[in-house]
């Protein structure tokens, strides 16, 4: 939420790790992910130490309880701090910026450095990428380092939780926010009419008409609450990973129900600047209100906030169907 050239790194770097896992997709930490305490023991039932845990660069054995973690992943160290672990952490990189509370840095995620990071003797570094080997740099160094990335189901939200839980001593306070959004996501789903019509939505990434599919993470979230996205059937989005640019005309011919704007904060759009764009005036989605802002944050990060960018979906749905009800 920094800039348009912060939306730009993000966008640039979540194509990258996407054409990764749809090349490694056999080898992904979330469906081989695991964690085992010394002597064979579930870290799940004892939260004991040495305990071994399963990323996306394989099995990662920590000896003991960590005290001076580096997280350089946003939505991981959103994950530490709601499990517990927040007084753990001692540094992260420049876009955790929540919660407030966390100690942000200049380290970068996007190219994380040896060095830099090393200089802050860390016992245990959590990625979310490793675009130059970084894992096996600080390994060398007798550094444990759990690489967890982009997760393509909420599934994989709720499992990476209860990793780091095992990884951290916050088995007990995972299982608590794992339980937390499960329950809270069927409330929300449960608030919405059974007989709700499935609708379509346009997600702008950015003024380019950088979009979603149905088949992305975020996709997948809009699918729970019965919507799906205009750009699945768009020309070359198997081809994007699912995160296509449409054209104008493919966009004005598919009238979306709703409009969900990812670039607010940081480029100024809402409803008014896109009904002003030439020829979106006659769109359902502007002609209904149904063009929202999104909080940038949440709507592109994994972790528990995921609850609260499915809630301000489903409070779209229900504000329109309250309105054509109403009609």
């Known amino acids: 939420m920094k800039s348009k050239q912060w939306l730009a790194a993000v966008f640039v770097a979540v194509l990258a790790l996407l054409a990764s ?33 399963t990323g996306t660069n394989g099995d990662v054995t920590i000896s003991e309880k960590p005290v ?21 952490v001692i540094a992260v990189d420049d876009y955790s910026y929540f919660p407030d509370e966390a100690p942000v840095t200049d380290l970068s995620g996007f190219q994380p450095n040896i060095e830099a990071i090393a200089a802050y003797e860390p016992d245990f570094v959590l990625l ?10 600080l390994d060398k160094l007798d550094i444990p380092v759990l690489v967890l990335g982009a997760a393509d ?15 951290t001593g916050n088995i007990g306070g ?5 339980s937390q ?3 809270d996501i069927d409330e929300i789903v449960a608030s919405l009419p059974e007989d709700l019509p499935e609708g379509t939505y346009f997600h702008e990434l950015d003024e380019g008409l950088y979009t979603i599919t149905s088949d992305t ?33 493919f966009l004005l011919d598919a009238d979306p129900d709703y409009i969900f704007l990812a670039d607010g904060q940081c480029c100024g759009q809402d409803a008014e600047t896109v009904a002003a764009r030439p020829g979106w005036n006659t769109l359902s989605a502007v002609t209904n ?39």
């Open 68 to 88: 001076a973690i580096v997280s350089l992943s946003p939505s991981g160290t959103e994950m530490l701090f709601a499990i517990g672990a927040g007084d753990q």
């Open 289 to 327: 209100n149904n063009v929202v802002v999104l909080d940038e944050d949440t709507a592109s990060r994994w972790g528990p906030r995921i609850v609260e960018h499915l809630r301000s979906v489903a409070d779209a749905i229900l504000a329109n169907t309250e309105t054509a009800a109403a009609n």
């Open 217 to 249: 993470f975020a996709g997948q979230i809009y699918g729970i609450l019965g919507l799906s996205s205009i750009a699945d059937s768009a020309e070359g989005a198997a081809a994007s990973a699912g995160y296509p640019q449409i054209s104008e005309e």
């Open 153 to 167: 189901v909420i599934d994989d939200v709720y499992t990476q939780l209860e990793i780091l839980g095992a990884a």
């Open 21 to 53: 896992a749809c090349s490694d997709s056999d080898d992904k930490a979330n469906d081989t992910t695991s964690t085992t305490a010394a002597g064979g023991d579930s870290a799940n039932d004892t939260g004991a130490f040495p305990v071994t845990v």
């Open 174 to 178: 995972a299982a608590e926010v794992v």
């Open 128 to 137: 979310s990428n490793d675009p130059g080997d970084v894992a096996d740099g």
């Open 181 to 183: 959004m499960q329950s």
